[in-house]
């Protein structure tokens, strides 16, 4: 169960995690699902939620202008920031 995940721990880390959506039509799931699942499942807060998708862009296999873009978007500097504490009540 979600109890047992190492989510949190590797964040804790300071490991660069991304969430996605593998094979959507597979999975039945979309990238928005996991990221709402996420939060519900580990109380995890905005900030949190924040980096998770940034770590996401910066993993993206995209052009430096689209990442740039989404990062823009999200709030998000072009360059990585400091990584906010990942507590449930970030």
């Known amino acids: 169960g979600f109890d047992a995940h190492p989510l949190p ?3 804790d ?3 660069h995690v991304a ?3 593998d094979d959507p039509l597979f999975f039945a799931t979309t990238t928005r699902r996991e990221h709402d699942v996420a939060r519900k499942k580990f ?3 905005e900030r949190t939620m924040r980096l ?4 996401s862009w910066r993993a993206a296999f995209c052009s430096p202008a689209e990442r740039d873009r989404a990062l823009a978007d999200l709030g998000g500097p072009k ?3 400091a990584r906010p504490q990942p507590s449930v009540s970030s």
Do not use: K, P
């Not at 998770?52 to 770590?55: H, V």
């Open 9 to 11: 721990r590797l964040l």
């Open 13 to 15: 880390a300071g490991v």
């Open 19 to 21: 969430i996605g959506a």
């Open 43 to 45: 109380g995890f807060g």
């Open 52 to 55: 998770l998708a940034e770590n």
């Open 79 to 81: 360059r990585a920031r």
